[in-house]
């Protein structure tokens, strides 16, 4: 079914220009309806476990699949603080570039694998795990492969472009009896946990407007920006990017599903930048509870990663909120603000020790397919809703 979207030779240009020689996947089609979990998926994850570090010989074997910015300076890195994982095999469409970094990190070079012969991982014990890091138009693609292939799956987010490639990738995975995991960062860094831990135990008081605003400057000189600017391969424009922050703060925070969406979007006229895909979302959620999340995205302010919980007690702000390494957290109360201090962990590593962790004790992981696949799903409402100027009905 890819087969018409792989001939479009202006595919093959624009990924030359981003640095990969593989291609990408779209599928089109309805939105579908949105699922009502009978659990609330965005909820604080189990604490990371204090066991030490296992021995390499026991360690899950993970295959970073593309070698962007990404993946080479914030995922890669972060093994040396795994404790149930290790690196042990790469995909890329750039044969040096791969041979550079097994290098760095002790690969063997048999381990290197490229687009055309990925499914030949099914032959590698050593690989356990595939982290597909690739343009949003690809997730579905390499992820259903990998788990075809044999190999726990996780991907990074938004889990894909429409409704019907992440059902696909969640009925691969199970058809295999592999685990898929959503890699929302957040949900496994400590500050974000603390939010939602001092926000669910009524240290607030009662709950009643949060705020999230995620943005940042689309930079057409930056290759890793590229791709973001092409609609079938980034599915939306900021919403997709960095507009999912502010959605699932509003979910993991509340601990609870909207009911109902309103939304506009805005993108500068004459901006080639925003020919295909949006700069400017704003977008309001209305829960059972009666809370209200106010949230924005966009690639047209100054960077931006901000959580705002106002309770009738109190008032919390966490700002960075999802930055790579640093965050703050505040608590104002009765006109005084106070810094919490936690201490700061590798969300990176978290997450990728959350999956090898599962699949060891054979447990759901805390962000499954299912999480993915209603971020898109009310992703899609949220541009409904923009698109027809009225209220939606989840």
Known sequence: ????????????????????????????????????????????????????????????????????????????????????????????????????????????????????????????????????????????????????????????????????????????????NRKLMIAYRAQYEPYNLAAIQLTQSGKLGKLKVVTSDHGRILDPKDPADVWRMDKKLAGGGSLYDIGIYSLQAARYITGEEPTEITAFTYSTPGDPRFRQVEENVNFTLRFPSGVLANCTSSYGYSTTKRIQVFGSEAVLELDPATDYYQHRLYINRNNRREEQNIEEKNQFALEIDHLSESIMTNKQPKTPGEEGLQDVKLMNLIYQAARTGEKVKV
């Open 1 to 176: 079914m890819f087969d018409s979207f792989r001939k479009e030779l202006s595919r093959r240009h624009l990924l030359h220009k981003a640095g990969f020689s593989f291609m990408a996947v779209g599928v089109t089609g309805a939105i579908g309806y949105i699922i009502k979990p009978s659990r609330t998926l965005a909820q604080a994850a189990p604490a990371p476990s204090k066991e030490p570090s296992l021995p390499p010989e026991k360690k899950l074997g993970w295959a970073v699949v593309g070698l962007g910015k990404f993946a080479t300076e914030q995922i890669m890195p972060s093994f040396a603080e795994c404790k149930r994982s290790k690196l042990v095999a790469l995909v890329s469409g750039d044969r040096s570039k791969a041979e550079k970094y097994a290098r760095q990190y002790g690969i063997n070079s048999k381990n290197i694998y490229n687009y055309q012969n990925y499914d030949n991982l099914r032959n590698n014990p050593e690989v356990d795990v595939v982290y597909i890091i690739l343009p949003n138009g690809m997730h579905a693609e390499y992820s259903i492969r990998g788990a075809k292939a044999g190999k726990h799956v996780m991907c990074e987010k938004p889990m894909a472009n429409t409704v019907e490639e992440c059902q696909a990738m969640i009925d691969a995975a199970k058809k295999a």
